[in-house]
């Protein structure tokens, strides 16, 4: 969803209407917008963008990947990546995918590794993953957050993947310490939200993940 005129990034309000995160609505219920908020985008470049790299990497790890574990991915990078970014900061509204997309290449170097990618893929993901979640530090327009905690959704998920079916000791001691760093970054979130929950309510401002949450 594009909100706002061309290439103008629109009011919070519109954001809002539309679905997009902020911490004030998921004190009061609606977690529905971790997800919803993957389909806002604040203006142009931002859909243009987030768009352009999906169905790139949709074309190129999908069919090896499988639908399935795709959509799995994504979706578990949306939502720690809302997370992450409600967590950091409560104030900043949140639109975008980029989480969803950060995850996806995350956990696509984890799951295939250099079999299924090649050496070449493998570092150009790792490049890609790298520059995505660094590029927004110090940026007040891009949630950086988010991207981390896509990143975090993404080796998590990947982990899990490919782990299941087999029995080794590391898998399974990398799978308990992703499960870990989820729960506590689930367990800081909510702790987050309820200790907003009881202050006033805050005027949010937007902002932006180039592949998830606000540029």
């Known amino acids: 969803v594009l909100i706002g005129h061309g290439w103008d990034a629109p009011s919070t309000d519109a954001l809002l209407s539309v679905g997009a995160l902020s911490s004030n609505a998921i004190a009061d219920g609606q977690v529905w917008r ?42 578990v990078g949306v939502i720690l990546g809302g997370l992450a970014a409600f967590t950091a900061n409560p104030t900043t509204l949140v639109a975008g995918s980029s989480g969803g997309i950060v995850a996806l ?77 989820c729960s506590f970054l689930l367990y800081y979130a909510l702790t987050a939200a309820t200790i907003h929950a009881t202050m006033p309510p805050i005027a949010p401002t937007a902002a932006g993940a180039w592949a998830q949450t606000t540029p």
């Not at 604040?42 to 574990?69: C, K, Q, S, Y």
Request: proline share 2%; aromatic share 6%; with cysteine.
């Open 34 to 75: 971790l997800l919803s908020a993957a389909f806002v985008h604040i203006d142009g470049l931002h859909l243009v963008t987030n768009v352009t790299v999906l169905m790139a990497l949709g074309a190129w790890l999908e069919p090896t990947l499988g639908h399935r574990r795709f959509l799995v991915i994504f979706v």
């Open 105 to 181: 290449m995350a956990g696509s170097v984890i799951v295939l590794g250099r079999r299924g990618l090649g050496l070449g893929g493998m570092i150009l993901l790792i490049t890609a993953c790298l520059t995505v979640v660094t590029m927004g530090a110090g940026h007040m327009g891009i949630a950086t957050s988010a991207h981390v905690g896509g990143l975090l959704g993404g080796i998590t998920t990947g982990i899990l993947f490919r782990g299941l079916g087999r029995r080794s000791p590391q898998r399974c001691g990398l799978t308990r310490a992703a499960f870990v760093c």
